[in-house]
């Protein structure tokens, strides 16, 4: 077995992931840390006010990395709700049930920037149009995934059970992103592609690219110690965890 | 600073955003950590009673 496969096999067994995910947490936040405070900077203070919009447009730095971050923290959930259904290891559960809240809270953010957005440029706060509802959908599924993990007395049968509905919620995925080109919607359409040139100035894209790392940053950051917190809760009993509670300070 | 503040006059609707960015994102820390609390004081109270259970001198 080759050291990849290897260090693969071991991130499966929760003692290990712990430790790791202990090792890495202090990066992921400072580099999540460092990055927002650069991308705010860029998108606050050094892009300049669009020819329409004016500074309005500037909750585009808060707005389109959080609506991203809902799809793709969707993504990463329903990719191991599947490995969790189809070969039940106890990691896949975990984070995929850790994910669901922390994209929830980006869906949340998506749609209440939004609608800060669209009174000024649209003259209202809310309308049902395509990508709107799509997205509104897409939060009802995410809170529908943990409802569902925190119904059940046992909570890997409550795993099970989430991670069905997160797989089967994912057909919501494509209908978000091609909302704006299936239907005529109020909501604009693609404007940063990853090919092909972007219909945005530099000075105002790279802000709006930093923060969507950042986000990324945030999601692993904040997934390691849910998955953490997670972990001693459901291997509790066991000797690793007894450990870890022996050695970890009063106020840990 | 207060050109900057006022946001070319959309200053009510930029700053909130920035806010529930901030304070949903602080939020899911915030109930991380607490739930972190709530569950080591769990196990360490449970770690106390497995320690009590064992045969002990009486005062």
């Known amino acids: ?252 | 600073m207060d050109k900057f503040l006022a946001m070319g006059g959309y200053a009510a609707y930029v700053w909130p955003a920035y806010a529930v960015f901030f304070a949903v994102l602080a939020g899911n820390v915030i109930a991380t950590a607490l739930r972190r609390r709530r569950v080591l004081r769990e196990l360490r109270g449970r770690l106390q009673r497995q320690g009590a259970r064992r045969p002990r001198v009486s005062a």
């Open chain 1, 1 to 252: 077995m080759n050291a990849f496969k290897l260090w693969y096999h071991k991130l499966g067994s929760p003692p290990y992931f712990y430790l790791f995910a202990g090792y890495i947490r202090p990066w992921l936040w400072a580099i999540a840390l460092l990055l927002t405070a650069v991308g705010l900077y860029g998108g606050l203070v050094l892009a300049p006010p669009d020819y329409q919009q004016g500074d309005a447009f500037r909750i585009i730095y808060v707005h389109v990395p959080a609506a991203w971050m809902s799809l793709f923290i969707y993504g990463v959930m329903a990719v191991s709700a599947f490995i969790a259904v189809i070969w039940k290891p106890k990691m896949a559960e975990v984070l995929a049930m850790e994910s669901a809240p922390i994209g929830a809270a980006f869906t949340l953010i998506a749609l209440v920037t939004g609608s800060l957005w669209g009174k000024p440029t649209w003259g209202t706060y809310w309308t049902w149009d395509a990508r709107l509802t799509s997205e509104l959908v897409l939060l009802f599924i995410y809170l529908g995934v943990i409802g569902l993990y925190h119904a059940f007395e046992n909570p890997r049968q409550g795993a099970r059970a989430a991670s069905f509905l997160a797989i089967i919620g994912a057909v919501n995925l494509p209908i978000v992103h091609y909302s704006v080109v299936w239907w005529n919607t109020l909501h604009q359409g693609t404007t940063v592609r990853y090919f092909g040139p972007s219909d945005i100035v530099p000075s105002m894209l790279w802000p709006l690219l930093v923060m969507t790392i950042a986000t990324k940053f945030y999601y692993g950051a904040s997934l390691m110690d849910r998955s953490r917190v997670a972990l001693l809760s459901l291997e509790r009993g066991k000797d690793w965890v007894s450990e870890v509670v022996r050695t970890e300070r009063a106020d840990g």
